[in-house]
């Protein structure tokens, strides 16, 4: 949870740098956040397959429907939303 001039926000953020943008997914399930991203390469002789999963349960007092989520540009993944 962080303060700023618009008011107090819940913050969550995840590394998934080794994730393309179309291979990461944000969803929520009533007060369960789930962030699962997942990469796979195959070639001659050889694969390789990443995964990355994370559930949260949020605080009752945030509106999920508020949740904005954003990508930067080394990797790292943004979920927030104004708490009353």
């Known amino acids: 949870i962080t303060q700023d001039?618009?008011?107090?926000?819940?913050?969550?953020?995840?590394?998934?740098r080794q994730f393309k943008?179309?291979?990461i997914?944000?969803?929520?399930e009533g007060q369960k956040l789930?962030?699962?991203a997942k990469h796979e390469e195959k070639g001659d002789n050889k694969s390789v397959y990443s995964e990355y999963h994370?559930?949260?349960l949020l605080p009752?007092?945030?509106?999920?429907?508020r949740l904005v989520s954003k990508?930067?540009?080394?990797?790292?993944?943004?979920?927030e939303a104004p708490l009353p």
Not at 5 to 16: I, P, S
Request: proline share 2%; net charge negative.
């Open 71 to 79: 990508l930067s540009r080394d990797g790292v993944l943004s979920i």
């Open 25 to 28: 997914m944000v969803k929520t």
């Open 34 to 36: 789930e962030i699962h």
């Open 60 to 65: 009752n007092e945030l509106k999920t429907d």
């Open 5 to 16: 001039h618009e008011g107090r926000k819940f913050r969550l953020q995840f590394d998934v």
């Open 21 to 23: 943008p179309e291979e």
């Open 54 to 56: 994370r559930q949260y």
